[in-house]
């Protein structure tokens, strides 16, 4: 039964993009969206029968499907097989569920777009991509999902493709995660040389084992490590996201929400066996997680494009995420990944659909007082945005960022032996971002739908956006509490949903802890509502910010890394390509050659015009000869033709 | 028991082959040049029932059946020839002189 499923969760989708996009043209607007709803949807129920059957199950059950036999030589195997195990799950839900009430949303936000067939057809592609991704059993397996959802981001990104600011910024966005898949695959190589298979139980057991050497592990894990940042978006591989708002709204809520970026985090949450064999990567993941959640906070508090303050909120919270898969809890990294996925989608739909009644302004400051003009798109964009900040108690963010905070409070980095790190300072930097976090996403709620009216609102939202809407609320209000610090009623439920075994528990975890989590979001949110909540706000602009947009808009100087580091040698390379020793020898030998070539084509003309006067000549002579034998006399022919005969037959026998 | 031996059978189609070939060679008649053919035919059919009775195979009689036939369909194609030259109005059944096909334009 789970065999037959499990197969069908991703041919779904994959089916849905193929029948869409080989139809195109010739299929209404309609049909086409009800196509693409129904792949996903199919899919989403065939995952929640799925996750029925696996916890029903055994607690520690999985469900392998081998479907075919890839690569088979001597040292080294790879198959085409899928696992549903638990941490699989979880993302089979967020993805399918999810990425069901996009493609719901998109339906009414596309409407009018002539390329609804192209562009439906990418996003269920997407969907298949990232689903193939998390159920692959086989890290090779996994890395054709991981190309896939970097090749659908490109197309998705680059969907309006008239403007070249569009496709410059899909490019982006494939190359920047093209180096990272540059060292993943090197990664993924070193291991497949040490263990002799990618099948992640495998490696793993071999790396347990010890059958690789700890420096191995080490250079293994860091060039994951890279891949995973790169798709991420995460330190020193930011830029591409906040340019990736270059596509449709609903193509970043699937990238930010759902798939894409979610990836790196779940391929290291996988991992996470052979990530605590690798301490300092851990720590360097959880250092450059740190810095990347602090220093996207700051860039998104000073931007004043709606999308563009939502895409380094989401840099900023896989930051989180990678933080909490350096200090190994990662139950807590992907707790927050699921809320996340939830309020991320919320907040990009709600934006989507606030900016396609506001007349397609995306500047907060040209927006403004759109809370009497569209009250369910304010209540909405607020729950999101609580979510985000972790409001304590009342939304899903609260309880995932809370779970990482404790979590990053207990770690010790054990680099070496008698060196030991402390999580204290992380703690410490990720509380300031939860504050950061709370300000600059409630500056934009304060400015937006607070203050004077700034363009007027036309049009309704559409019911197909609104259902979405209205689920993806629920879920950002909702759907932490399965999940709680001990403080409060200590409920468990996710951690032991992951890993029913060893539960994730910190018993002696101090009060204050959990307060100070809490009253970070609400210190922002207040401060937020003194600097723009009145009628007349303390201030407009955060002060420096044009300094700060600069910088930002170059990527906090990464851009010109960027240039030195990959563009730079690269066109050296091709100015070497363009004049280099050896060309010109090959350039000098050509023209020798050419020398040459007329001098022998002279004389062999030469030769050739004698060789046929005289040809010309001797066929002269035997056509006069041969025609006298062409009298026209049949007779004559037939005594030719005996005499032939007969000549014929004397050579025969005499010979 | 055959009344020839095989390689009598093939002397006499040898000469009966080497007179047709020489009424095709020296008379210029056309209609004596249609007859020599025939003898020539009936020569090579008389190999085929010799080596069919040498070696007790009805195929070689097969064969002579064949080649009456052919030897007919020629006779009827070439006569008909004949006639279409009679037609066209040539009074002469003399084979030389109808070499308008001859090489270098001698006449």
Redesign the interface.
């Known amino acids: 039964m789970g065999e037959i499923l499990l197969p069908l969760l991703i041919l779904c989708p994959l089916v849905a993009s193929m029948i869409i996009s080989v139809s195109a043209g010739r299929v209404g607007t309609c049909a086409i969206g009800a196509i693409a709803c129904v792949g996903v949807g199919l899919s989403a129920i065939l995952g929640i029968i799925l996750s029925v059957m696996l916890l029903s199950g055994p607690a520690a059950g999985v469900l392998p499907v081998v479907l075919w036999r890839w690569i088979h030589v001597a040292g080294f195997s790879a198959d085409i097989a899928l696992t549903l195990d638990r941490v699989s799950m979880v993302m089979v839900l967020v993805v399918t569920v999810v990425g069901l009430l996009i493609h719901v949303y998109a339906v009414g936000y596309m409407r009018e777009d002539p390329g609804i067939a192209r562009f439906f057809s990418c996003m269920t592609l997407f969907v298949a991509a990232m689903l193939v991704l998390v159920l692959a059993s086989d890290l090779l397996c996994l890395f054709i999902g991981w190309e896939g959802v970097g090749l659908c981001s490109y197309l998705l990104i680059g969907f309006w493709y008239d403007d070249p600011a569009n496709t410059a910024a899909a490019r982006k966005a494939f190359y920047m995660t093209r180096m990272g898949d540059a060292a993943l695959l090197c990664g993924l190589l070193l291991l497949a040389t040490a263990a002799g298979s990618l099948h992640i139980g495998a490696v793993l057991a071999a790396v347990a084992d010890g059958q690789v050497a700890p420096s191995g592990v080490n250079v293994a894990a860091l060039f994951i490590l890279v891949g995973a940042l790169a798709k991420s978006a995460q330190v020193p591989f930011q830029t591409w996201l906040p340019d990736a708002m270059a596509g449709p709204t609903p193509t970043s809520a699937l990238i930010h929400a759902a798939t894409m970026v979610t990836a790196g985090v779940y391929l290291i949450a996988r991992l996470h066996d052979l990530f605590a064999m690798a301490a300092p990567v851990m720590a360097l993941t959880a250092v450059l997680g740190t810095l990347t959640l602090l220093m996207a906070a700051c860039t998104a508090m000073v931007q004043s494009d709606l999308k563009r303050i939502l895409a380094w909120s989401t840099i900023s919270q896989l930051g989180y995420m990678f933080l909490a898969l350096g200090c190994g809890v990662w139950q807590a990294a992907l707790f927050h990944l699921m809320t996340h996925a939830f309020f991320k989608a919320l907040l990009f739909l709600t934006a989507g659909a606030v900016i396609m009644r506001a007349g397609h302004e995306q500047d907060i400051f040209r927006l403004g007082g759109l809370r009497h003009a569209m009250p369910g798109l304010t209540a909405a964009f607020v729950v999101g945005a609580s979510a985000l900040a972790g409001l304590p108690l009342v939304t899903a963010g609260f309880y995932s960022k809370e779970m990482i905070l404790s979590g990053v409070w207990h770690v010790h980095f054990g680099l070496t032996r008698e060196w030991t790190l402390s999580g204290h300072p992380l703690w410490g930097m990720a509380l300031l971002g939860a504050f950061l976090t709370a300000l600059y996403i409630f500056r934009c709620v304060f400015i937006v739908f607070c203050g004077k009216p700034g363009t007027v609102a036309t049009g309704r939202t559409s019911r197909l956006m609104g259902i979405p809407l209205g689920c993806l609320c629920f879920l950002s209000l909702c759907g932490g509490v399965i999940e709680m610090p001990d403080t409060l009623p200590p409920l468990h439920l996710f951690t032991a949903l992951l890993d029913p075994k060893t539960p994730l528990s910190h018993a002696d975890e101090p009060v204050w802890l959990v307060l100070a989590g809490a009253l970070a979001p609400l210190a922002g949110l207040g401060v937020a509502r003194v600097l723009w909540g009145r009628a007349a706000p303390v201030m407009r602009e955060i002060p420096g910010q044009a300094a700060i947009t600069r910088l930002a808009r170059a990527g906090w100087g990464m851009d010109a890394l960027y240039d030195l580091v990959f563009v730079q040698p690269f066109r050296l390379l091709t100015w070497l390509a363009h004049h280099d020793i050896l060309d010109q020898a090959i350039t000098g030998t050509g023209r020798m050659t050419r020398a040459i070539s007329g001098r022998v084509f002279r004389a062999r003309a030469g030769f050739l015009d004698k060789l046929a006067v005289w040809g010309t000549r001797a066929r002269g002579w035997a056509g006069h000869l041969l025609g006298r034998l062409d009298n026209g006399r049949v007779r004559w022919y037939a005594a030719w033709i005996a005499g032939g005969l007969c000549a014929g037959l004397a050579m025969a026998v005499l010979s | 028991m055959p009344a020839f031996s095989f390689n009598d059978t093939l002397l006499l189609a040898t000469i009966v082959f080497s007179v047709g ?1 020489a009424g ?3 008379r ?1 008649n056309m209609v004596f ?1 249609l007859m020599a053919l025939d003898i020539m035919l009936n020569a090579t059919a008389l190999v085929f029932v010799a080596a069919g009775a040498r070696w007790h195979d009805a195929t070689g009689q097969v064969m002579f059946v064949l080649v009456l036939a052919l030897a007919a369909v020629e006779t009827a194609v070439g006569l008909g020839i004949i006639m279409c030259l009679h037609a066209h109005g040539r009074p002469t059944l003399d ?2 002189t ?7 334009g ?1 006449g």
């Open positions: 070939l095709i060679l020296v210029r040049m084979a030389d109808g070499n308008l096909l001859g090489g270098q001698r």
